[in-house]
C-alpha cells in the first residue's frame, strides 16, 4: 500500500481514530515530562553561583601601590622598635608627621602621658592626618604606630626587642600610602581622618605582677586617652576602621566579633567591597572573636562604629604563630597583601557618598 493509500484508508476509518489520538497524547505527555525534568535539573539540580555585587555608580578609584607601602613600612622597621620612650620611637613619629604634611594633611598631635602595668612613666603622642576639613561627613581609619617593649611569646628569648613589621608597621603602611594618594588625586565625596594611636601594644605581661588598670585596660592607652579626650570638641565620624597586622604573607581577614557586634554594616560593606574586587579568599565571610583593640575603645566610649581589619590564622586564632616574637620582621611583609588591603580601604572611601 502507497502512503497516499494508506493516509486515506486511516482518514476513512473513523474507528481507528480514538486510537491513534489515544496514542498522540501519549506521546505528548512523553515530551512534555522529559522537557519538565530537564528544566527542573537545569535549575535546581546544581549550585547557582553567587551573583557578584556590582556598585550602582561607576567612580575613578585612585591606584593604591603595594610597591610603595612595602616601602613605609621598610622605613619604619630601620628605625629599630619604635618602643615608647626611645629615640627610634621619637624619630618615626616625627618622619610619619612629615609624610603627613608632605602629601597636604592638617596635623593634629595630641601629646599626654600613660602609666604601664610595672610603673613606667610614658610619653605617648596620638598622631591624626585630617583630609577635606570641609567635608562634614567623615571616614576614620586608624592604626597603632607603637611596638611592644619585649617578645614575650618568643620561647628563646622572651625579653628581647622586636621589629614589629606587622604588628603596627604594615597598617601605618597602608594608611600612609592611602594619605599620598589622597594627597593627588581628586578628593573622595567625604573627608578622611587618619589616626594613628600610640601606647597600644605595652599592655601588660603575662605572670607579671597585677595591678589594677585605672581605666579598664593596661592595653590601648592612645585610642583609650583619644576616645575620652578627642583631637576636636565634639568630633564624629560616620565610621571608622582599624587595620592591625595586615601586611603579611598569605593573611586572612576573618569578621572579629566587636566588629560585627557594634558594626554589622561598616563590617559588610568593607567584605562585601572585597568580594567585588575579587578578594574574597583574603577578606573571609565568616565571624570569629572579639579581641581587644583600639576598635574597642572607640565604639564603646567614642560612640563610633568602628572594625577591626586583623589578621586570623584558623589554626593559631588571631595574630599568627610570629606574635610578639622576633619572628615579626620585614621577612613576613607582602607588597601583593598590603595592596589588596590598601585596594579595598581604597574603594570603599571613594564609593562612599
Known amino acids: 500500500m502507497t ?11 473513523y474507528v481507528l481514530w480514538p486510537f491513534l489520538a489515544h496514542k498522540l497524547m501519549l506521546m505528548v505527555r512523553f515530551v512534555l515530562v522529559i522537557f519538565l525534568i530537564g528544566f527542573l535539573f537545569s535549575c535546581g539540580g546544581r549550585k547557582e553561583k553567587p551573583q557578584e555585587e556590582k556598585p550602582d555608580r561607576i567612580v575613578k578609584v585612585p591606584d593604591f601601590n603595594g610597591d610603595s607601602a612595602y616601602w613605609f613600612t621598610e622605613k619604619q622597621v630601620k628605625f629599630g622598635p619604635r618602643i615608647p620612650n626611645t629615640p627610634a620611637h621619637r624619630q618615626a613619629g616625627d618622619f610619619i608627621v612629615s609624610r603627613f604634611k608632605g602629601y597636604g594633611a592638617m ?62 608597621a604594615s597598617g601605618v603602611a597602608v594608611l600612609l600610602e592611602i ?27 603575662e605572670n607579671s605582677i597585677k595591678r589594677v588598670a585605672p581605666d579598664g585596660s593596661w592595653w590601648c592607652l592612645g585610642s583609650q586617652h583619644w576616645a575620652k579626650t578627642k583631637h576636636k570638641p565634639n568630633y564624629t565620624a560616620y565610621y571608622g576602621i582599624l587595620l592591625d597586622m595586615v601586611g603579611a604573607k598569605s593573611s586572612h581577614f576573618f569578621q572579629e566579633g566587636y566588629s560585627v557586634e557594634y558594626a554589622p554594616r561598616i563590617v559588610d560593606k568593607v567584605w562585601n567591597t572585597a568580594s567585588r574586587l575579587g578578594h574574597s579568599s583574603t577578606f573571609v565571610r565568616q565571624k570569629e572573636g572579639a579581641i581587644t583593640d583600639d576598635h574597642r575603645y572607640v565604639n564603646e566610649i567614642a560612640k563610633i562604629p568602628m572594625i577591626d581589619i586583623v589578621h586570623y590564622d584558623p589554626v593559631v586564632g588571631y595574630f599568627g604563630n610570629y606574635h610578639h616574637t622576633q619572628k615579626d620582621n620585614l621577612s613576613l611583609i607582602s607588597k601583593e597583601t598590603l595592596g589588596v588591603v590598601g585596594t579595598v580601604l581604597m574603594n570603599v572611601i571613594y564609593y562612599e557618598e
Request: glycine share 8%.
Open 179 to 205: 594619605a599620598r594618594a589622597l594627597g593627588r588625586n581628586s578628593p573622595p565625596d567625604v573627608g578622611i581622618d587618619i589616626i594613628l594611636f600610640d601606647g597600644e601594644d605595652w599592655g601588660e605581661r
Open 107 to 168: 596635623i593634629t598631635e595630641q601629646s599626654f602621658d600613660a602609666t604601664t602595668f610595672d610603673g613606667q612613666k610614658l610619653f605617648l603622642r596620638n598622631i591624626i592626618a585630617s583630609y577635606f576639613p570641609g567635608k562634614q561627613k567623615r571616614i576614620l581609619l586608624a592604626a597603632h604606630w607603637d611596638t611592644r617593649p619585649f617578645a614575650d611569646k618568643d620561647l628563646q628569648n622572651p625579653d628581647s626587642k622586636f621589629d614589629g613589621a606587622n604588628d603596627g
Open 3 to 13: 502512503k497516499l493509500g494508506l493516509f486515506y484508508f486511516i482518514a476513512n476509518n
